[in-house]
């Protein structure tokens, strides 16, 4: 005999869960009691937001399931954010939160919060626990849900005295479910008639999204890349699925993306996206997306098939099943793709060299792009990019070379602001030996800043790079462009001293404010262990260029800058 | 043009299944013209009838799809697009007194419907059948004073022995 938290406890070992994100409270405090009695792995955050994100930023660092534990009413909804967050960009996490007693629900009672309902939109599945009999199966099935077939997030609200009552526990050996089965192999006849496809194109182009990370087949995708020769360009989230320095890699596409990788995508006459959702920041103005393409789609969630752009082949199934079968396939077939592709390629790397991403070097202060081709420099291709939201985000999309997948971790789907600092803490927690390095803006470190404190106190190595033009960058950037000026409520009057928030938190903190001292003291900074916060001063005006304007067409943006 | 489309969803019947499609119905903003849900021939699956109006085949596959995608959704048949029979439950409370009951209960007739409660200032009429003939009735029945509609929204079920949980 146990209790439900026990329970709950057993079950995380049994799925390997080696770290538990959370903050207690009154209706977890018996789940709060068994991790103090089993001595369980937990880091406390200052704020259930930072769990959740910290749980996120763990899981994409990883490959493993990011658990979350949260109190009910206010602890659970502080979640929704970080669970929004990671559903639209399909991140595997258990969230256990606490829900009043039983005979409370529905009765208004203090810190009572409807969590399933309130979660059901923003979850892969979600379940409300009433009787511990259920507890171990509901477990089971919610690590089973999260990781397998498309990932995301599950939320599990237990009430109160279900963690309290005993029972006999058993954790079940095998899931079962007449609804979902995690599988997905799909018809070998469409990945024949993509080959076919591929044999008569003379344009083609590869598009890879963040589910070829998250099928963890980047392996697979960078002998495809090799083997056709073709040009490729990702998605923010497929950044680290082939490495910066390929042969033929034009960087992101998108909004922000590189002058050569949206051309080339307007140009190519087959296009072939895998692992991708076509989100509107990827494909400009949807009806004249990749004109002359015919558009092939490789995809797990049937769903994503034609929702946003129409494929004129479709390969449905799981990626560790096509690309596999595509690669040998590829093989097989006795063409010189790489060869018959030269050509073309050249022309997109000439392409990439004509309008590289770049900045305008001039004056004493310091540019965002060279201080994050610096960072770069000083990074060794294990370092972890985490990234908060805004124009920092793209500029360290635009800037940091990325080599390895699930080492460029940042809100692509959602955009949420405060991501970065928890989520950075994660990825350090999950990968100790990485280094981990998080671009922020003055905007979006207030967000999440308590989360100093969590870093503060448990020594977690990650250094914050503060991006600072004291204006919300990306807003501003929007109201220069398009409303004439108005900056109406962007401008931040960069009174807050970061150096010194550091170190009211425990922390070190820095000032960079002069182009020379990027090359002067930022090294040494980087180099020296223990977490750090570098302020970075910049100039306020700097725009993210290129940009494709709303309702234009990718070969429309506008570019700028010229090193 | 927007097009009608009667589906079938097999859920499990567990706690929260309503909620989930629900959820996804609002999230999606699908327009559903009706739903109902009922136990079944298995005590562990509860059928869901969906009329969902859709303006394109791709706006229809998107309703099915993202349906198909709930944990707890079991399977989903088209039953518009096979041969299924459907039908619609409507009680309709009709004032009426001594001068027009006659009246009423001669359209009542007309269309095969039923007078299931009598009172001295109303009826109440049952009629089973198409949702045309159920909105026929209606409009007849709009010459006099309509009190009261509860209709249950369609269901329907395939031709032949399959059933659907087999298709």
Not at chain 1, 185 to 201: K, P, T
Not at chain 1, 297 to 303: K, M, S, T, V, W
Not at chain 1, 452 to 475: P, S
């Amino acid at each position: 005999m146990m209790n439900g938290a026990q329970a709950v406890l057993e079950s995380l070992k049994k799925e390997g869960v080696d770290v538990v994100f959370g903050y207690p409270g009154g209706a977890v405090l018996t789940l709060y009691d068994a991790v103090y009695k089993m001595k369980f792995p937990h880091v406390l955050t200052r704020h259930e937001q930072g769990a959740v994100h910290a749980a996120d930023g763990y899981a994409r660092a990883t490959g493993k399931v990011g658990v979350v534990f949260a109190t009910s009413g206010p602890g659970a909804t502080n979640l929704i954010t970080g669970i929004a967050t990671a559903c639209t960009d399909s991140v595997p996490l258990v969230c256990i939160t606490g829900q009043v007693a039983n005979p409370y629900i529905g009765k208004d009672s203090f810190q009572e919060a409807d969590v399933f309902g309130i979660t059901t939109p923003i979850t892969k599945h979600n379940y409300l626990v009433k009787d511990v009999r259920e507890l171990p199966r509901v477990i089971k099935e919610a690590f089973f849900i999260a990781r397998t077939g498309r990932p995301g997030p599950v939320v599990i609200d237990v009430a109160k005295d279900v963690f309290d009552t005993k029972f006999d526990y058993a954790y079940p050996e095998s899931v079962h479910l007449r609804g979902y089965s995690g599988e997905y192999i799909g018809d070998e006849a469409e990945i024949d008639a993509v080959v076919e496809a591929i044999n008569h194109a003379s344009r083609p182009m590869l598009f890879v999204g963040g589910g070829v990370i998250g099928a963890n087949v980047s392996e697979t995708m960078r002998s495809i890349v090799s083997r056709l020769g073709a040009p490729v360009t990702t998605t923010l989230l497929g950044l680290g699925a082939v490495a910066a320095d390929t042969k033929g890699f034009l960087g992101f596409a998108g909004m922000h993306g590189s002058y050569a990788a949206n051309m080339t995508i307007q140009e190519c006459d087959l296009l072939l996206c895998i692992g991708m959702r076509f989100s509107d920041r990827v494909t400009g103005v949807v009806s004249g997306f990749a004109p002359k393409a015919k558009i092939v789609h490789f995809e797990l969630d049937e769903a994503e098939v034609n929702k946003n752009v129409a494929a004129d082949y479709r390969v449905l199934g799981d990626l560790r099943w096509s690309l596999p079968l595509l690669q040998a396939k590829l093989e097989q077939s006795g063409r010189a793709y790489a060869a018959e592709n030269e050509s073309w390629l050249e022309k997109a790397i000439d392409r990439s060299k004509e309008h590289p991403f770049s900045y305008q070097p001039d004056g004493d202060a310091i540019k965002p792009g060279a201080l994050i081709r610096k960072i770069s420099e000083l990074s060794d291709e294990d370092t972890i990019a985490v990234t908060d939201v805004g124009q920092h985000q793209m500029w360290a999309a635009q800037f940091f070379d990325v080599y390895k997948p699930r080492h460029f971790l940042t809100s692509g789907g959602q955009g949420t602001m405060g991501y970065g600092l928890p989520a950075a803490m994660g990825a350090k927690i999950g990968q100790p030996d990485s280094k981990v390095v998080l671009f922020t803006g003055d905007g979006s470190i207030m967000m999440n800043c308590q989360e100093f404190a969590t870093i503060a106190d448990n020594d977690i190595d990650v250094k914050v790079i503060i991006i600072h033009n004291c204006i919300l960058g990306m807003v501003g950037q929007w109201q220069r462009l398009f409303y004439n000026n108005h900056y109406s409520q962007s401008e931040l009057k960069g009174k807050t001293d970061f150096v010194k928030m550091a170190e009211a938190f425990g922390l070190r903190g820095y000032r960079l404010t002069r182009k020379e001292e990027l090359e002067t003291e930022l090294p040494k900074i980087m180099q020296t262990a223990g977490p750090a916060l570098v302020d970075v001063w910049v100039p306020e005006d700097e725009d993210v260029l290129p940009m494709v304007p709303g309702g234009k067409r990718l070969d429309q943006m506008v570019l700028g800058g010229n090193k | 043009m927007m097009k009608k489309y009667l589906l079938a969803v097999l859920v499990d019947n567990k706690p929260g299944v309503l909620t989930h499609v629900s959820g996804l119905i609002s999230r999606r903003a699908f327009n559903i013209e009706s739903i109902s849900a009922g136990y079944t021939e298995e005590p562990a699956i509860t059928r869901i009838n969906i009329v969902v109006s859709v303006e394109s085949e791709n706006e229809l596959d998107q309703v099915v799809t993202q349906l198909s995608k709930l944990i707890d959704v079991i399977k989903i048949v088209n039953l518009s697009k096979s041969e299924s029979i459907e039908r619609e439950l409507v009680m309709i409370k009709v004032r009426a007194d001594r001068k027009n009951r006659a009246d009423i209960i001669n359209i009542v007739e007309i269309f095969r419907a039923k007078i299931v409660d009598v009172g001295p200032e109303d009826v109440v009429v049952e009629l089973t059948g198409s949702q045309s003939k159920i909105d026929g009735i209606i409009e007849v029945l709009s010459e006099y004073e309509i009190l009261e509609i509860a209709r249950t929204g369609s269901i329907a079920l395939s031709r032949g022995p399959i059933p659907v949980k087999r298709m």
